[in-house]
């Protein structure tokens, strides 16, 4: 342990709290953990050599230089009215919660959110992971700057309003194209077969993304209005799946347009 | 060239044909290329070092061993009817069109499609690509995933049914994915933020397919019933993107809502 290490208290046990506690804890000390069920704080803790936790906000260690607070949205506000100000530097890790929720109870505030999609099951290394700041002021953003930088490489200063378009578009980019797998697999498991014969497609697609935009690289049915195979696709779809791949159609077919129009208007 | 390599004709200048052509090329020896457009012929031709191109299917070699149409599928029946039977083995690569299509005209044929998203611009190498195969009876289906193993280390014996099931699978877990980063390009374009800050995002969310299946790792605002966030998300978002946000949200809660319901009736 490093004499001018910081030393961090980690509120919270969750997917985002546990990334950020195993990405800190080569880098700073880990005086303490909090969660609301002992259990969850102390496995926790243990999993990443820290000597202390607690289910009580009113046992939280007072004199540390950081306080993440990874808990769900809701209950960060509950969190900093629990718990007096004690000049140290407070933190949230959420795409949804502007800086003013913390700003209003605390000097020195701000958020570090890792954009990413965390499963406790899948621990991911922070160390590639973009982590957009922000703090209360231009003092603090440094400050929270600096200290994201011992977690991730990739470090951006971005205001309450960037954050959450950036969170917009990650729930397009990762929780809806996630779907569109579950759904895929859905259809195959109808008949018995596998949802692993997709990965080399699904593989080949995000590749693509190295290189081209993704609207450059938009294939199939939709992207070249090849409307007999898309009615026969949508007779062997009920319910939801019919709903959606019209409607995503319809949209893949509108970009296409668009940039058609582009195309004409630039020669 | 060795002696006992299968002489193939190659129809169509496409994505596919492309692929397909650059996969043969060490396995086989490419006789003729045809396009409609003798440029395109000449080009792919050239491409793969074969002497003979052609835009004029009446000038077909008519000796070769095997014919790959790889056309669009509307064109796929007028090569076949313009063309007599020649006792070879001919083959479409198309995923939506059924074996029948050239079984009326064809004593031997079949079907070679390589599930993958092609583009010319990101040429795909077809070795680690999954290729489904079938004949228009026992003997060709053997015949047929004999030449697909020149071409793909993952061969699968697949009828039309299953096939119009994977393909109808792969437009959701390819095209419909991708255009998810489409949509998620053009919120973040809207306030100039870039699509590049998603990679390591999307990067890790198909990692996660490695190991989980894509229902066990969907995470989000929808997927833990976050309506507050989702509302924010909302009120960023207007015409199509807005109503695919909500479609999509809704369908994401009744996939995980069906699987705690599941999950109760195990318990």
Redesign the interface.
């Known amino acids: 342990m490093r004499s001018e290490q910081k030393r961090v208290v980690i509120v919270g046990s969750g997917?985002v709290a546990t990334s950020v506690a195993l990405g800190l804890r080569e880098e700073c000390e880990l005086v303490q953990v909090y969660s609301r069920h002992i259990e969850n704080a102390q496995a926790l803790a243990s999993k990443v050599g820290c000597a202390d936790a607690t289910d009580d906000l009113r046992r939280l260690v007072a004199d540390a230089d950081v306080y993440m607070v990874s808990v769900t949205?809701?209950a960060i506000g509950e969190v900093v009215a629990s718990v007096p100000d004690n000049g140290a530097l407070w933190l949230h890790t959420s795409g949804?919660v502007p800086v003013s929720a913390l700003a209003g109870a605390r000097q020195r505030c701000g958020v570090m959110w890792p954009?990413?999609?965390?499963?406790k099951?899948?621990p991911?290394s922070m160390a590639?992971?973009?982590v957009f700041v922000e703090g209360n002021n231009e003092a603090t953003t440094a400050q929270v700057a600096e200290f994201a930088g011992m977690l991730s490489r990739?470090v951006?200063v971005a205001d309450s309003?960037?954050r959450?378009?950036?969170?917009?578009?990650?729930?397009?980019?990762?929780?809806?194209?996630?779907?569109?797998?579950?759904?895929?697999?859905?259809?195959?498991e109808?008949?018995g077969?596998s949802?692993d014969?997709?990965?080399?497609?699904?593989?080949?697609?995000?590749?693509?993304?190295?290189?081209?935009?993704?609207?450059?690289?938009?294939?199939?049915?939709?992207?070249r209005g090849?409307e007999?195979?898309m009615r026969?696709?949508m007779e062997?779809?009920t319910g939801?799946?019919r709903?959606?791949?019209a409607?995503?159609s319809?949209?893949?077919r509108?970009?296409q347009r668009k940039t058609e129009d582009n195309g004409k208007n630039r020669v």
């Not at 950036?166 to 859905?186: D, G, I, P």
């Not at 080399?200 to 939709?222: D, F, Y």
């Open positions: 997917n949205d809701d949804s954009m990413q999609s965390f499963s099951s899948m991911v590639d992971v973009h990739n951006t309003a960037k959450k378009r950036l969170h917009v578009a990650s729930v397009f980019a990762c929780n809806f194209a996630n779907h569109m797998w579950t759904l895929a697999a859905e259809v195959l109808e008949s077969l949802f014969a997709l990965l080399p497609l699904i593989r080949t697609t995000v590749e693509k993304l190295e290189h081209l935009r993704p609207l450059e690289s938009q294939t199939g049915p939709a992207a090849d007999k195979v026969g696709h062997l779809l939801d799946k709903e959606i791949y409607m995503l319809r949209s893949i509108e970009s």
